[in-house]
Structure formats: C-alpha cells, structure tokens
C-alpha cells in the first residue's frame, strides 16, 4: 500500500506565489497535487531548495503535507541555469532526510521538472524505489518554438533529459501531444508514458458577478477587458498581446473608449533583463493609456480578474498544458490562445475560445474583435468554457496520477526480480 511519496521540486517551491520568478503552473501542480494525495491518506514530502536563510529548513503545510528547504548553493541570486551546479548538496541533503528515517521510509519518487528528475534518478537508485517524472516543458520543444530574445536551452538540460526518460519507471505527459513529443523527441518507450491532465481548483476559479468583479478592481463596468496573465518573459508573449490591441483600434477606433487591456503577472526569466520593456511597448504603439500593469497576485485574486474580463488572452510560444487558459474558462472567460503544446486541450476551438496559429498580431487581433465586441458570442463561449473546464477538476487529476503510481510500482518490482 502506497503510504509515503518524495515529491522533488528543486528550482521552485510550491509556497512561492505563482506568476513571479520561475513560479508558475508547476508550482500550483505541485501543490494541489499533494493535497490530494494527502486528503487520500498519502503522506507527502515536498523537497525544494532554499532561497532565503530566513526560511524555516521544514514547513508543515497542512496535515499530511511537508515542505523541507533544502540548503543548496548561495541563498540568493542565483538564476534557474545555475542550478545544475547546485544540484549535488541538493541530492546529499535530499538522501540524508532517508537515511535519518527507517528503511524503506519512501515508497515513491515524483520529480517534476528535468533538475528534479536529475536528482530522482538518484533517489531511485539509492532507496530502491520506482521513480515517476513529470516533465512540464522540455528543452527540445521549448528550442523548436523560441520566441525572440528568448536563449536557447543549454545541451546538458538536454542530455540529462534523455537520462530522466531512460530510467524513470513511469513519465506523466500532460497531454497527448507531449506523450507523443517524449516518444518521438526523446525516444520514450511508450508504454511508460501516461497522459494526465492537470486540473484547475474549482472552489477558487469559479463563476461570479463580473460587475463585482470589476468594481472591486476599479475596471469600468461598460469595459471591453482583454486579460494577460502570468510571467512576463518572451516565451508568454505578453508583447503579442500588446501589438495586438493596437491593431484592434486601428481595426475598430470605436473600441477605444471601452478597451482596457491588462497584463498580471511579474518579471520572469529572459524578462527580468529589460523590466521597462512592456511599459516602453505601449508607449511606441499609443496605448499607454488603456494599458494597466498589475503585480503578481494571489489565486483568489487572479480568479477576480478572470471573472472581471472580456477574454483572455494566452499567445505562448510553448506551453506543456496552459493552466491559465484552463483557470480562466472555469470563471467564465473566454479565451484567445495560441495553438501550441497543452492549448488545444485546455481551450476547445471555436466553442470555449479561440486558437490561432502563429504569432502574428494581426491574427489575435482578428481572434479577438468578435469577442470583445459581441455579446451574445461572449456569452455563448463563456457558457460552454465553465462546462468545459469543469471536468478538469484535480481529483481527476490525483485519481489518475495514483494509477500511474501504482502501474510505476508493479513495473519496478518486477524489474527487480529480473535482476535477482
């Protein structure tokens, strides 16, 4: 009986407010996750790496639920590519917690992300136990899409991706176009390649008054609101976003009393190199003033944007699934989104949303109009959108993933008692 999972996060913590730094929809996988396997009975135990000395080195999120802070390299300044330098204090002080336990203590490893996985394929040898990874974006994909300005994926993630998908007993794809992204790029065996889809909290993104919405953000209630939310770096595109709303007023001048476009989110990645760079944007287009820039915000309040907008705008270059997409439907947003990774599942074409193909702005823009100007196609999308997402709550999610540990499970044992 599966009692106790190792859960790696080693560049981000599940704590971290999603939408700053390398926090994003990982962090809410990760943590979501565990709290169901936790409400299932299953003891989780969340390494991450410490950013802060001030940070106690283990945190006891809710009942069955631990974080540990894992003192790995300097606190502070170090960015997501220095990491792998870091990554063998991390895997010493990730075994020591075992070795301090009884044998045996681990009856999983789920690593998310390739650091993590890195360090799982350690943890897996060492403790004698089946290892499942979780991918989240890869570096192959991630370098066949590049934004502009965006780096190129060092070769050593790439390598030490193809060792995860070597020794892993089990890899979760989020969609069936990554499972077939992992075969074909990564020469994954397929039969140790599941799909599960990752979910949305339907408690907190849920329908609401988008009139309270707005007032509690000071939104005008007549405002057609075009939402980007999430990290500000080149591979989310919140550029497109921009360039798109000034060919919709080119497109329709009528729009430009009601047109409020706004961008949620924090600097990340390649972003953090030019934090002024979006604010310059809309000034040398002339939409400064129906442009608002809103610092990160917590889940709740994310929802209240969600509920506040006309559409949602999602011009990624690459994304493993697109929670945001997801999250913005279950509040009732329709959403414009590019037809990239995880986006077709997440948004059903032409019924919850749009997708577009490429990134050219003048498609968004094209994507966008009927949205923002028709009502009754709004409401239609916005109906079907919450129906849509409903089925992708994280119980599902959990339920599905507890198969995969458990096929995970059988297969290594098996393995085992090949070798014996």
């Known amino acids: 009986m599966l009692k106790r999972i190792a859960m790696l996060s080693a560049h981000t913590s599940p704590l ?50 631990r974080v540990h802070h894992v003192a790995a390299g300097p606190f502070e300044g170090l960015e997501k590519n220095d990491l792998p330098s870091q990554l ?11 070795v301090e336990r009884e044998p045996g ?28 990874h979780t991918m989240h ?80 953000l000071g939104i005008p209630a007549d405002a057609a609101l075009l939402l980007f939310a999430g990290r500000i770096q080149p591979l989310k595109a919140p550029d497109i976003v921009l360039r798109a709303a000034a060919v919709l007023l080119e497109l329709d001048p009528s729009l430009r009393d009601r047109l409020v ?15 002024t760079s979006l604010v310059d944007l809309s000034n040398a287009l002339g939409i400064r003033d129906i442009v608002r820039f809103v ?6 309040g994310l929802a209240d944007w969600y509920a506040a907008s006309t559409v949602v705008c999602v011009p990624s270059y690459n994304e493993s699934f697109g929670l945001v997409a997801l999250e913005a439907q279950a509040c009732g947003s329709p959403v414009v989104a590019a037809r990239v990774g995880g986006l077709p599942t ?20 094209s994507a966008l109009h009927p949205v923002l100007t028709d009502p009754e196609l709004r409401e239609a999308m916005s109906q079907k959108a919450v129906r849509h997402a409903e089925g992708f709550g994280w119980d599902v999610t959990a339920d599905r993933t ?3 540990y458990e096929e995970a499970i059988e297969s290594h044992r098996i393995e085992q008692e090949d070798q014996s």
């Not at 890195?118 to 290892?131: C, D, H, I, S």
Request: proline residues 5%; negative net charge; contains cysteine.
């Open 346 to 365: 997440a948004v059903s074409d032409g019924v919850t949303g749009v997708l577009v193909d490429g990134h050219d702005p003048a498609d968004y823009a």
């Open 137 to 216: 974006t890869m570096a192959k994909v991630k370098n066949a899409l590049l934004a502009e300005g965006d780096a190129a994926e060092p070769i050593g993630r790439i390598y030490g991706e193809e060792e995860i998908v070597r020794l892993a007993d089990r890899l979760i794809a989020n969609t069936v176009e990554e499972r077939r992204e992992l075969i074909e790029m990564y020469d994954a065996e397929p039969s140790r390649v599941a799909v599960v889809h990752p979910g949305v909290d339907l408690e907190v993104f849920r329908v609401r008054s988008q009139s309270e919405a707005r007032a509690g």
């Open 295 to 300: 610092p990160t915000v917590d889940q709740r």
């Open 261 to 275: 476009v706004a961008i949620v989110g924090g600097a990340s990645g390649a972003g953090l190199e030019q934090p």
């Open 402 to 404: 507890l198969q995969v």
């Open 105 to 132: 203590h681990f009856d999983l490893v789920h690593s998310h992300y390739w650091l993590s996985g890195q360090v799982g394929t350690v943890a897996r040898e060492r403790w004698n136990v089946p290892l499942v």
């Open 88 to 98: 063998c204090s991390f895997v010493r002080d990730v075994l020591r917690v075992e």
């Open 16 to 65: 971290e407010q999603p939408g700053d730094g390398d926090a994003g929809g990982m962090n809410v996988y990760v943590l979501e996750l565990s709290r169901q396997l936790a409400s299932r009975g299953i003891e989780v135990e969340i390494f991450t790496r410490a950013t802060s000395r001030h940070q106690p080195q283990v945190v006891d999120v809710s009942p069955g639920i």
